[in-house]
T-cell receptor, first 113, second 111 residues
Framework: DAGVTQSPTHLIKTRGQQVTLRCSPK?????VSWYQQALGQGPQFIFQ???????QRGNFPDRFSGHQFPNYSSELNVNALLLGDSALYLC????????????FGPGTRLLVL | KQEVTQIPAALSVPEGENLVLNCSFT??????LQWFRQDPGKGLTSLLL?????REQTSGRLNASLDKSSGRSTLYIAASQPGDSATYLC??????????FGKGTKLSVKP
């Protein structure tokens, strides 16, 4: 049983560019959450997708957008990249509801130059 | 607004020592609290999850306690080993369902 997978593992972009990160949830999970972890900080919640809709959103600008596909996989898109967007982006999957535990993927390391 | 604080930020101990990591949160209206381990540049591994109605959870050499009324949790690691070296993160889940993390405690266990 595959866990949560993310691609790519590493990415280098320049300011102003756009980036797309991908996440495949753990088998059976239909809810995907995205987190941003800057160096030396704890992860911060970006948004959560369930039934192909954004259900919750953290304090991130509209440059951050996402999508969930019918197979429950998800994409995170970031437009007009800033140097401060350099971080580890983590995807977590779960069943819906408060009782469900979130399982995290290995992350995508994004460096913006 | 929920805030999670972890102290100390870093800790270095000799192998074999028992140790305690601390986590505090400002809003006691949490659904559960979870402790994670993170190795450098890697994702998060869940260690222990404590529901709001529970007082503690144990897994092997790890024991986590929760005092919701005082907004505190501790992670106790017994007989520490060099392989325990990592950053330990505490996260609370509120009614919205997303996790709110502390900044972590970086643990180094010296042989």
């Amino acid at each position: 049983d595959a866990g949560v997978t993310q691609s790519p593992t590493h990415l280098i972009k320049t300011r102003g560019q756009q980036v797309t990160l991908r996440c495949s949830p753990k088998s059976g999970h239909d809810t995907v959450s995205w987190y941003q972890q800057a160096l030396g900080q704890g992860p911060q919640f970006i948004f959560q997708y369930y039934e192909e809709e954004e259900r919750q959103r953290g304090n991130f600008p509209d440059r951050f957008s996402g999508h969930q596909f019918p197979n429950y996989s998800s994409e995170l898109n970031v437009n007009a990249l800033l140097l401060g967007d350099s971080a580890l982006y983590l995807c977590a999957s779960s069943f819906p509801g408060l009782a469900s535990t979130q399982y995290f993927g290995p992350g995508t390391r994004l460096l913006v130059l | 607004k929920q805030e999670v604080t972890q102290i100390p930020a870093a800790l270095s101990v000799p192998e074999g020592e028992n140790l305690v990591l601390n986590c505090s949160f400002t809003d006691s209206a949490i659904y559960n609290l979870q402790w994670f381990r993170q190795d450098p540049g890697k994702g998060l591994t869940s260690l222990l999850l404590i529901q709001s109605s529970q007082r503690e959870q144990t897994s092997g050499r790890l024991n986590a306690s929760l005092d919701k009324s005082s907004g505190r949790s501790t992670l106790y690691i017994a007989a520490s080993q060099p392989g325990d070296s990592a950053t330990y993160l505490c996260a609370v889940k509120g009614s919205q369902g997303n996790l709110i993390f502390g900044k972590g405690t970086k643990l180094s266990v010296k042989p």
